[in-house]
């Protein structure tokens, strides 16, 4: 039998580790603040680099709607603080830094979680929607992502309107597991992040162009049933492309989804394998 770590042996001691790393990262930020992006600009940069909105309220399997509704009040609040932000060459963004704390005191409401393996919720909750929109632009720019986690090989929701691959998401807990990436080039790069009633909107920009362009889409994707357990598998993949001749350089994996569905699978195509 596996031996439980500390975190897993009862609610009291997921949150003595779960305050341990919060301290942890809060010190190792102290260091590393001078080099975050900060600095926010009244005009948008020049260039245009990517765009693209999400849907706020997104009927996800058996989830009660009111914490969609919840989470479109948390991005509403927390859009404003990355809203506009440059981020220079040699400067990394980090979600958490900007953000901060997502408390009832700051006007935070309970909001959809991911806990595990399954959905649950606390306050706040919903962050991950920002954090995945945020990386799906980021993914097309020449910019160096530094920290990424992801909802570990599951499949949580049946589809609803997927617009991107499955595997470009996020996963986020305040403040140790962040999503940062690094401005690599000699470009000043910007986030537009707002809110309307039914998208979170998001626009990367720049002060000159890329030199690339980038698109990433998805290839072998299919359902599988393994020892009777059915899991979403998959390819992602990056194309660099010269932004002028239109030249392909290059191909890249960015990941390969082999997921754990977990909601009703009777609706879909499976492979035994």
């Known amino acids: 039998m596996k031996r ?3 975190c897993e042996l009862s609610p009291l001691t997921y949150a003595i580790s779960e305050r341990k790393c919060e301290m942890v990262r809060t010190v190792k930020n102290l260091f590393e603040a001078g080099n975050f ?10 260039y245009s680099i990517y765009k693209h909105n999400s849907l706020i309220r997104r ?5 009660d709607m009111h914490l969609q509704e919840n989470k ?8 404003p603080k990355i809203n506009m932000l440059l981020i220079r060459p040699g400067e990394t963004f980090s979600f958490w830094y900007l953000v901060g704390s997502l408390s009832e005191k700051n006007g935070y409401k309970e909001g959809l979680t991911i806990f595990s393996d399954h959905p649950s919720s606390g306050i706040g ?16 720019s020449e910019m160096e992502i530094t920290e990424h986690h992801h909802h570990d090989q ?37 986030l537009v992040i707002y ?68 909601y009703d699978t009777s609706g879909l195509e499976i492979k035994a394998v």
Not at 167 to 189: A, E, H, P, Q, V
Request: hydrophobic fraction near 35%; proline fraction near 1%.
């Open 72 to 79: 479109a009040v948390n991005l509403s609040l927390a859009a």
């Open 37 to 46: 992006a900060k600095t926010r600009s009244d005009q948008k940069l020049e």
């Open 195 to 262: 809110t309307t009633d039914e998208y979170l909107c998001g626009e990367l920009r720049a002060n000159k162009r890329q030199e690339h362009k980038y698109h990433i889409w998805a290839e072998n994707v299919f359902f599988s049933q393994e020892n009777g357990i059915v899991y979403r598998n998959g390819e992602v993949y990056r194309d660099k492309i010269d932004r002028r001749t239109g030249e392909h350089i290059e191909k890249k994996l960015i990941r390969k989804n082999h997921a754990r569905v977990c």
């Open 125 to 140: 909750g919903g962050m991950c929607q920002m954090t995945n929109l945020i990386h799906w632009m980021v993914l097309h």
């Open 154 to 190: 599951i499949d949580l929701f049946p589809d609803f309107n997927r617009t991107i691959p499955f595997g470009t998401g996020t996963s986020i807990m305040y403040n140790y597991l962040d999503y940062r990436f690094k401005n690599t080039t000699d470009i000043t790069y910007q």
């Open 4 to 6: 439980k770590l500390f």
């Open 59 to 63: 009927r996800l399997g058996n989830v």
